[in-house]
């Protein structure tokens, strides 16, 4: 009881100290500082901006996120998501995956294969032998079928080496790669040609639902990965049909922007910044690369970099 008086009381004096600081406090501290007119300014800039990028892209037409698996096609509130790649795809490339999967596991291996790296190759062993019993089941024809199961045996005595001698040859693993990259490259024609027919019995099919005049401005919008992002399988067709020599007026490559809302953003920053840069510059690609690029290219010129 004691011990809460005392609290108490010096909670209270606590209180009254405050009190007794607060005028003076207020009095020596400096009054908050005017915010910078420009900064203000550049800010409403950035919102208006905002606000233009959402009327680009609704004054943009019909506009396609083309992204992996599928196709999505906006098309005056109206939107549609279609497949083009068809499961004999995805079967093609899970069995070409499976030498490369071999070969950065074992690429790097040094010394003896023992403990738990062992383990992880009798397990992969173990995946290996119940993937090539499911192999007759699937959609191949005879020939795929003849070429998936050479794939995977070679893949399985590769693997079994290994296991059995605890180690992994350079030379074997060299000769491995070679002996089954042909049989790779047939599985990526026939992948190919199974997503292309898709994709372009698709078009057709959404060309009838444009008018003349909206197909001859509809936008695309590829999403990908970086490292495909040269000769993309969907950009060089869609820089096919739309005849664009380069990226950024009606064809945009989104580049890890795995949300649709991500890739429309991209693509309506370059709508707008294609208007900008014909009213300013006379040049409509000239807000897709760094405004400060050419004055930056004059300035290291005239002042050479020691190396």
């Known amino acids: 009881m004691q011990w809460s008086k005392c609290v108490d009381a010096l909670f209270a004096f606590v209180l009254l100290i405050g009190a007794g600081a607060g ?45 992996e698996d599928e196709l999505i096609f906006l098309h005056n509130g109206f939107r549609e998501q279609a497949t083009i790649r068809p499961p004999i795809y995805h079967e093609l490339k899970a069995v070409a995956h499976i030498p490369l ?4 596991t074992l690429a790097f291996e040094t010394g003896s294969v023992a403990g738990p790296r062992l383990a ?25 079928l ?27 693993l060299a000769r491995f790669a070679s002996s089954v990259t042909p049989l790779l490259w047939a599985n990526v024609n026939e992948a190919t040609d199974s997503e292309m027919t898709l994709l372009y019995a698709q078009m057709a099919k959404w060309r009838n639902q444009m008018t003349p005049e909206e197909w001859r401005h509809f936008h695309v919008v590829v999403v990908g990965a970086h490292m495909p992002r040269q000769q993309h399988l969907l950009y060089q067709y869609f820089a096919r049909l739309l005849d664009q020599g380069q990226e950024g007026q009606r064809l945009v ?48 010129d005239a002042h050479p970099i020691d190396r």
């Open 146 to 172: 003849e070429r998936q199961q050479h794939i995977v045996s070679e893949s399985v005595d590769l693997l079994e080496q290994v296991i059995a001698t605890r180690s992994v040859s350079r030379e074997g």
């Open 253 to 300: 490559y989104a580049e890890a922007q795995w949300q649709e809302q991500q890739a429309l953003n991209l693509l309506a920053r370059h709508i707008l910044d294609a208007a900008v840069g014909e009213a300013f510059f006379g040049d409509a690609m000239r807000m897709h690369r760094d405004l400060l690029a050419d004055a930056a290219k004059a300035y290291l």
């Open 101 to 104: 999967a071999l070969y950065v």
């Open 23 to 67: 005028p003076a406090a207020a009095q020596d501290a400096a009054p908050p500082a005017a915010p910078d007119p420009l900064i203000t300014l550049n800010e409403a800039f950035r919102a208006e901006y905002k606000d233009a990028l959402a009327d680009a892209l609704a004054r943009g037409g019909p506009v396609i996120v083309a992204q």
């Open 120 to 144: 992880h190759l009798e397990h992969y062993h173990s995946l290996l032998l119940r993937a090539r019993a499911s192999l007759p089941q699937r959609r191949f024809t005879r020939e795929q």
